[in-house]
Nanobody, 121 residues
Framework: VQLQASGGGLVQAGGSLRLSCAASGRTFSTYGMGWFRQAPGKEREFVAAISRGGGGTSYADSVKGRFTISRDNAKNTVYLQMNSLKPEDTAVYYC???????????????WGQGTQVTVSS
């Protein structure tokens, strides 16, 4: 599986962005998908994950109520809608895939290249 993340950019605090992650291959619906982020000088951390069919989701406490993960299996794409952005959300955001299940740890088999999100105060 190859993953291509896009949609990052510069936004003011309180604004919104939607990230997309397009996957190659015909087996996208068999993968749990996750979003992670890495801020400068910090370790990469879990943001959100969604199950194969989209019925199960998980979020980091820091983004609950502000971010929404979703997927469109017909388009082989997973999304991360980010609202009420804060300067501390500034990071490189990565999408990731793992067979069958989702996880909040970095035990994903495939990773995208990352997209930069910068939130100005």
């Amino acid at each position: 599986v190859q993953l291509q993340a896009s949609g990052g950019g510069l936004v003011q605090a309180g604004g919104s962005l939607r990230l997309s992650c397009a996957a190659s291959g015909r087996t996208f619906s068999t993968y749990g998908m996750g979003w992670f982020r890495q801020a400068p000088g910090k370790e990469r951390e879990f943001v959100a994950a969604i199950s194969r069919g989209g019925g199960g989701t998980s979020y980091a406490d820091s983004v609950k109520g502000r971010f929404t993960i979703s997927r469109d299996n017909a388009k082989n794409t997973v999304y991360l809608q980010m609202n009420s952005l804060k300067p501390e959300d500034t990071a490189v955001y990565y999408c990731a895939a793992r067979p069958l299940s989702i996880a909040t740890t970095q035990t994903y088999n495939y990773w995208g290249q990352g997209t930069q999100v910068t939130v100005s105060s």
